[in-house]
């Protein structure tokens, strides 16, 4: 079947390590996105990518980067410069041309707990 | 800035009855809204989308509402089942957006037997 696939489901981090969540999508959309999501708060971009090897920081990027080699993945590394990475996150993907038009398809999530 | 704010923050509802959510946004113009479902741990799943000159959308038991003037949105869950329960945002996408989609907080519903 068609969708997007994000792993882990779960994470547990050390702090100061960096970690690398996957994402992955066969739905061939072009778009891809990560956003976080925090308890009471609505969905914030981290990053996107419109096409491959091309990416643009969204509002929270700082302490993650990510990477597009390829069409179908998206990853998000959360790095030890991320302050307050305990968090979930969503990846999403949209097929081309305008956003107006073009349905966001999400993944499960991966919940990232730093102890 | 643009921003979009949900109410109540959360809700709590016997299975059976209706409820209506509340979505009120500031970006404008904008292009569509959408509605969405997030099951607890789960990834949100799109249940309703409407342009800026649609009144009304439906998909089963839910019913979304959207009144441009007064940039307010609703959602009404009829005859609520254990299966309701879950977040429920809303998503309000500019004509300008670019990549930059506008989410509210969301609204937690939870349907007790």
């Known amino acids: 079947d068609g969708g997007i696939t994000q792993s882990p489901k779960y994470l547990f981090r050390k702090e100061g390590q960096n970690v690398t969540l996957s994402c992955e999508q066969n739905?061939?959309?072009?778009?891809m996105y990560w956003y976080r999501q925090d308890p009471g708060q609505g969905l914030r971009l981290i990053y996107y990518?419109?096409?491959?090897?091309?990416?643009q920081k969204g509002d929270i990027a700082e302490g993650y980067s990510v990477s597009r080699e390829k069409k179908e993945s998206f990853p998000l590394t959360v790095t030890s410069a991320q302050k307050n990475p305990t968090a979930f996150y969503l990846c999403?993907?949209?097929?081309?041309?305008?956003?107006?038009?073009?349905?966001?398809?999400f993944g499960e999530g991966s919940r990232l707990t730093v102890l | 800035k643009n921003q979009v704010e949900q109410s109540p923050q959360s809700l709590i509802i016997l299975e059976g009855k209706n409820c209506t959510l509340q979505?009120?946004?500031?970006?404008?113009?904008?292009?569509?809204l959408r509605w969405y479902k997030q099951d607890t741990g789960r990834g949100p799943v799109s249940l309703t989308i409407?342009?800026?000159?649609?009144n009304t959308k439906s998909n089963g038991r839910y019913t979304a509402t959207l009144d441009a003037d007064t940039k307010q949105s609703s959602l009404h869950i009829t005859a609520s089942q254990l299966s309701d329960s879950a977040s429920y945002i809303c998503?309000?996408?500019?004509?300008?957006?670019?990549?930059?989609?506008?989410f509210g907080g969301g609204t937690r519903l939870m349907v007790k037997p």
């Open positions: 409407m342009t800026f000159s649609e």
């Open positions: 999403a993907s949209r097929s081309s041309g305008r956003v107006s038009t073009g349905e966001l398809f």
């Open positions: 979505c009120n946004y500031t970006v404008s113009p904008f292009s569509n």
């Open positions: 739905l061939n959309h072009d778009a």
């Open positions: 998503v309000v996408i500019p004509n300008n957006a670019g990549n930059m989609l506008t």
């Open positions: 990518s419109q096409i491959v090897n091309d990416f």
